[in-house]
């Protein structure tokens, strides 16, 4: 029986099968395509400044665990530029609130509807490029993504009396 799309667990690609063993010892798909993990590529043109600086914070980490291939940048791009805006939302509330005067009266800040829009374009994203931790177990890439310097690491430390 055919699986709904979008149902169930998405398979993991052959080439992580390969490097991450297979414990069912089913068969790999021979016939999948292969497609070559790229280096960390140079952002493009049209992303916002805040997308350019997520795409040079990720784009390294994800080419070194060999999860971006060549047809995978365009998912890059619409999580960086939908973090942006998502950024750029969150910086609207924090300023204006979730309350917002109009002529008609009170109204809900329209970057509310922005925060929970990308918020959702940023969790179907990321799964796909491996950015929660689920993914990355399923990816196969959680020993390699920790091993970078995360710079919010230290927050979560106990400060000395």
Same mark, same amino acid.
């Given at each position: 029986?055919?699986?709904? $799309? ?6 993991? @690609? %052959? *080439? ?6 297979? $414990? ?8 999948? $395509?292969? =497609?070559?993990?790229? $280096?960390?590529? @140079?952002?493009?043109? +049209?992303?916002? @400044?805040?997308?350019?600086?997520k +795409? ?8 070194? %665990? ?6 995978d940048? *365009? ?6 530029? !939908? =973090? ?7 910086? /609207?509330? /924090? ?5 917002v005067?109009?002529?008609? #009266? ?13 918020? &959702?374009?940023?969790?179907?994203? #990321? ?8 993914? &990355?177990? &399923?990816?196969?890439?959680?020993? !390699? ?5 995360? &710079? ?6 106990k400060?000395?009396?």
């Open positions: 029986m055919a699986r709904a $799309p979008g149902g169930g667990r998405k398979p993991k @690609p %052959t *080439h992580l099968k390969i490097i991450t063993g297979n $414990p069912g010892k089913r068969a790999l798909n021979k016939a999948e $395509p292969e =497609y070559s993990s790229v $280096p960390a590529a @140079p952002p493009p043109d +049209w992303l916002s @400044p805040l997308a350019v600086e +795409w040079e914070e990720l784009a390294p980490l994800l080419a070194g %665990t060999k999860v971006l291939t060549d047809v940048l *365009h998912n890059l791009e619409v999580f960086c530029q !939908a =973090y942006a805006r998502w950024r750029e939302a969150e910086d /609207s509330v /924090s300023k204006k609130g979730v309350i005067d109009t002529p008609f #009266g009170p109204k809900k800040n329209p970057a509310c509807t922005v925060i929970n829009e990308t918020s &959702r374009q940023l969790a179907a994203f #990321g799964a796909m490029l491996g950015l929660d931790p689920s993914s &990355r177990s &399923r990816l196969g890439t959680a020993g !390699a993504a920790t091993k970078t310097t995360n &710079r919010f690491t230290g927050l979560l430390k400060k000395a009396s």
